[in-house]
């Protein structure tokens, strides 16, 4: 029978993909995030990015299949997502080691640190002829951080965003990154003998309350202020971050 300490987990990660999904939908980005931020207070940081797996996988590879330009992007920042790929195998080590103080500190620091990039909405411009040689560099840097920490938003979402991209594209190349990420990802873990048979279902069954969040989520878009709420969730991340760091500095 199932103890109090597991119904406790189960309420937990069922509330944070609920909650991260909504998210997603009403503003498009922040399940990993906030998911990773969330489940990093009640478990180990690598227990956490196991669950992330699936729902993130399927809610990104959702909106990047509905994208116009999926063979153009790719052809575009290849170099980045093996960068990814890369990176994340360098640095997975840090997330499935003993010590997860380290690792909880990373944690609440990139989230901070993502928060605060929300907040002030710094917007710069990467010329092309710098593509070819900062690509793989952002790729590398983005799939350390994914394995260190779990989250895989820094720097390539700030990134994609600088490269003048249109609407439909830029849609389209934030979902591109963190699908790679993800796999990435979930590889890694499962190399590292993290991401086994009952942590894998219990990802795949986490993807129900993230779509069900997410459909919540675009429901209440249509009816609220979007840039409201996105700062409100800027916010909510500087203090989550805030908590991390703090609750795992020794």
């Known amino acids: 029978m199932a103890g109090p300490d597991s119904w406790f987990i189960v309420a937990a990660v069922t509330g944070t993909f609920l909650l991260a999904g909504f998210v997603k939908g009403v503003i498009g980005l922040g399940l990993p995030t906030l998911a990773m931020g969330l489940l990093g207070i009640a478990m180990p940081p690598a227990q956490a990015a196991s669950l992330l797996v699936m729902p993130s996988l399927i809610t990104n590879f959702w909106q990047l299949a509905a994208g116009p330009s999926l063979l153009a992007l790719i052809r575009r920042l290849w170099a980045m997502m093996a960068g990814v790929c890369i990176g994340t195998w360098l640095g997975v080590g840090f997330l499935t080691g003993a010590n997860a103080g380290p690792t909880g500190v990373a944690l609440g620091a990139v989230v901070l640190l993502y928060g605060c990039l929300g907040i002030a909405a710094v917007r710069f411009r990467v010329p092309p002829r710098?593509?070819?040689?900062?690509?793989?560099?952002v790729g590398v840097t983005t799939g350390f951080l994914t394995g260190a920490t779990g989250i895989f938003v820094l720097p390539a979402v700030p990134y994609i965003q600088t490269l003048g991209l249109q609407k439909e594209e830029l849609v389209q190349a934030l979902a591109l990154s963190p699908t790679v990420s993800t796999l990435a990802l979930g590889f890694?873990?499962?190399?590292?003998?993290?991401l086994g048979l009952s942590?894998?279902?219990?990802?795949l069954a986490a993807l129900v309350p993230a779509l069900a969040g997410m459909y919540i989520g675009q429901w209440l878009r249509l009816r609220v202020s979007e840039e409201a709420f996105r700062r409100a969730f800027f916010i909510g991340l500087i203090a989550l971050g805030g908590y991390l760091a703090a609750r795992n500095f020794t």
């Open 199 to 203: 942590l894998g279902a219990a990802s």
């Open 188 to 194: 890694s873990l499962a190399g590292a003998g993290v």
């Open 130 to 137: 710098a593509e070819p040689w900062l690509s793989p560099i």
